[in-house]
T-cell receptor
Framework: KAGVTQTPRYLIKTRGQQVTLSCSPISGHRSVSWYQQTPGQGLQFLFEYFSETQRNKGNFPGRFSGRQFSNSRSEMNVSTLELGDSALYLC???????????FGSGTQLSVL | DQQVKQNSPSLSVQEGRISILNCDYTNSMFDYFLWYKKYPAEGPTFLISISSIKDKNEDGRFTVFLNKSAKHLSLHIVPSQPGDSAVYFCAASAGGGNQFYFGTGTSLTVIP
């Protein structure tokens, strides 16, 4: 099976712009989660989607949003970018509850 | 509030010796724990997991120990190899929950 695919790998934006990141989960995985990784902060949970419904949301401002399509692919959107949004954004999929997460390679976002 | 903590940001070990990475958690509802390994510019890859009904799980050179009373888990790597040099994250979830809580990571360097 193909792994979790994230596009693009790298992205450079300026403050105030918006960005959309894409994630294709492993075939058959209906759960997709998004995490933000910054130096010294570990992986911070953004949200999880299952069957097109957001099941859980982390402690991030409303500028961060996401959605999931009927084929389980997911997108994450960040509006009005701030310098502090510069981070590695990781997408992960899993088969079900109490199953391990499989991560993509991430999208490295730089906000200038 | 960081519910999963890795208090050692870095660890250096000689090749062939044992590496011990530690993780503490605060939420007594956590019942599923995982360890991930991460290389720069890549997504985390799953190493080993343990559920709260066990206190030890082994997979080759990797063993995870869980001490529920102390809310502590550790990852032992024996023998350590230079290819083990990476950042290691522990993660926890509760009751088949939709969110994993990650620690801030420990950077392991195995010296040849």
């Amino acid at each position: 099976k193909a792994g979790v695919t994230q596009t693009p790998r790298y992205l450079i934006k300026t403050r105030g712009q918006q960005v959309t990141l894409s994630c294709s989960p492993i075939s058959g995985h209906r759960s997709v989660s998004w995490y933000q990784q910054t130096p010294g902060q570990g992986l911070q949970f953004l949200f999880e989607y299952f069957s097109e419904t957001q099941r859980n949301k982390g402690n991030f401002p409303g500028r961060f949003s996401g959605r999931q399509f009927s084929n389980s692919r997911s997108e994450m959107n960040v509006s009005t970018l701030e310098l502090g949004d510069s981070a590695l954004y990781l997408c992960a999929s899993r088969e079900g509850a109490n199953e391990k997460l499989f991560f993509g390679s991430g999208t490295q976002l730089s906000v200038l | 509030d960081q519910q999963v903590k890795q208090n050692s940001p870095s660890l250096s070990v000689q090749e062939g010796r044992i590496s011990i990475l530690n993780c503490d958690y605060t939420n007594s509802m956590f019942d599923y724990f995982l360890w991930y390994k991460k290389y720069p510019a890549e997504g985390p890859t799953f190493l080993i997991s343990i559920s709260s009904i066990k206190d030890k799980n082994e997979d080759g050179r990797f063993t995870v120990f869980l001490n529920k009373s102390a809310k502590h888990l550790s990852l032992h790597i024996v023998p350590s190899q230079p290819g083990d040099s990476a950042v290691y994250f522990c993660a926890a979830s509760a009751g088949g929950g939709n969110q994993f809580y990650f620690g801030t990571g420990t950077s392991l360097t195995v010296i040849p």
